[in-house]
């Protein structure tokens, strides 16, 4: 299986400040057809998961533009460019390039 | 607007069976592969496995395809879980999605003990 390790597990950060999230793969997520099945979830205290970012790069729709992704191959960020008060939880990257799909251990974002 | 709704969960005793629903509105059902996927006590998830939009074929996790099945009815737009002989492991909340995962269930509980 895929294993996707994601760093830091806990990031502390203050309103405004501009973060990212580490996902890397133990394998190459560039699937045959050509695209990267790289998703990135953010499961807030309480909530189901919601797609922020599928596919890398693409932001789901109704998610704000500060949130971003990027990397090919094995390495992928997730950036937010000035965190609000709403985005705090657990953030997920998840492949599904390789079957069984699989999710990194998550990264706690909390208010400094 | 796209809902899931899942229901089915509660207390099981281990080696029980349970088949978990997952109500599917807001969205043509029938033309979208559906998830399974799951979250232990301690946050970790796990893909269970999907189903394709016919019901034609299915795909599983290796280490739940022998006790875990998944079905469809697309004229009631539901989508089924069904769990044999669960184990103490099998407790998590239990989340359908569409496709990989652009649309989650509030999820439903599975507590296996007895």
């Known amino acids: 299986d895929v294993v996707l390790t994601q760093t830091p597990p806990t990031l502390s950060a203050t309103i405004g400040q501009s973060v990212s999230i580490s996902c890397r793969s133990s394998?190459?997520?560039?699937?045959?057809?050509?695209?990267?099945?790289l998703n990135w979830l953010l499961q807030r205290p309480g909530q189901s998961p919601q797609l922020l970012i599928y596919?890398?790069?693409n932001l789901e729709s109704g998610v704000p533009n500060r949130f971003s992704g990027s990397g090919s191959e094995t390495d992928f960020t997730l950036k937010i460019s000035g965190v609000e008060a709403e985005d705090l939880g657990v953030y997920y990257c998840?492949?599904?390039?390789?079957?069984?799909?699989?999710f990194g251990a998550g990264t706690k974002l909390e208010l400094k | 607007e796209v809902q899931l709704v899942e229901s089915g969960g509660g207390l099981v005793q281990p080696g029980a069976s349970l088949k978990l629903s997952c109500v599917a509105s807001?969205?043509?059902?029938?033309?979208?592969?559906m998830s399974w996927v799951r979250q232990t006590p301690g946050k970790t998830m796990e893909w269970i496995g999907d189903?394709?939009?016919?019901?034609?074929?299915?795909n599983y996790a290796p280490s739940l395809k022998n006790r875990f099945t998944i079905s469809r009815d697309n004229a009631k737009s539901t989508l089924y879980l069904q769990m044999s002989n669960v184990r103490s492991e099998d407790t998590a909340t239990y989340y359908c999605?569409?496709?990989?995962?652009?649309?989650w269930g509030q999820g439903v509980m599975v507590t296996v003990s007895s």
């Open positions: 807001g969205f043509t059902f029938s033309d979208y592969w």
């Open positions: 998840m492949q599904a390039t390789h079957a069984p799909y699989t």
């Open positions: 596919s890398v790069s």
């Open positions: 189903i394709k939009y016919d019901g034609s074929y299915t």
């Open positions: 394998q190459s997520l560039l699937d045959s057809d050509g695209d990267t099945y």
């Open positions: 999605t569409r496709e990989i995962g652009d649309y």
